[in-house]
């Protein structure tokens, strides 16, 4: 079973900042995921909410910003003083460090409350432009978002995220399409997403932490797991040689 690293390494540096992104990029693990939303001057930055309250020392909405204004919080301490002064990474900076690597890349595109039309277009631009089109998985809660990755760049995977079980997901998944299925780990054990792995599907499960969890997938032919926790991760896997 694969690992990717949950909003970089996120347990032990602060998610979606470079710190993270390097932690990830340093193990010897398969993929990164991380999540992007538009500023208000038209740059894909990422970060996990839609405003930056949680994760930086600022107040707002991403929309209502420029990068520039962005830049002016810190990303880093509200995690630990140890990392006072990181800043809100471009999609071009997160993708610059793996680029030399063989992890895989899953951008996530979020659409919280508020939509960012062109969004797609401007992700895949990036992407093409640093010629990473073989190495990221471009996914989404918005499986319409999903639909026009399908469009726009038919060479690139795209993978719709469900939070719960989708009866007849397979046939979802065609219709969308998508070509992965990324699920959360209540739903990576029920009958349709079996189903679905045995017609084939790539499926990646989100969020796995806990070594008893990880264990449910042992056998299921789940392709990857998302995880906060990739060196405990990697430690599980290669004790049961999975
Ligand atoms: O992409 C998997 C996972 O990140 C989805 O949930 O809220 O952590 O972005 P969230
Ligand atoms: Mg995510």
Known sequence: MKIYAHRGYSAKYPENTLAAFQAAADLPIDGVEFDVHLTKDGQVVVIHDESINRTSNGVGYVKDMTLPELREFDYGSWFDEEFAGAEIPTLAEALEVFRATNLRVNIELK??????????????????????????????????????????APNVENAALFVNTVLDVASYQEKIPAKALHVFLPSAVRQPVREAIEKGSIVRVWTVNEEEHAALLIGTGVEALFTDEPEKMLAFIKHTSV
Do not use: C, K, N
């Open 111 to 152: 659409s919280d409350i508020f939509a960012y039309p062109g969004l797609e277009e401007l992700v895949i631009q990036e992407v093409e432009a640093l010629e990473m089109t073989d190495q990221v998985v471009i996914s989404s809660f918005d499986h319409e978002a999903v639909a026009r990755i399908a469009r726009l």
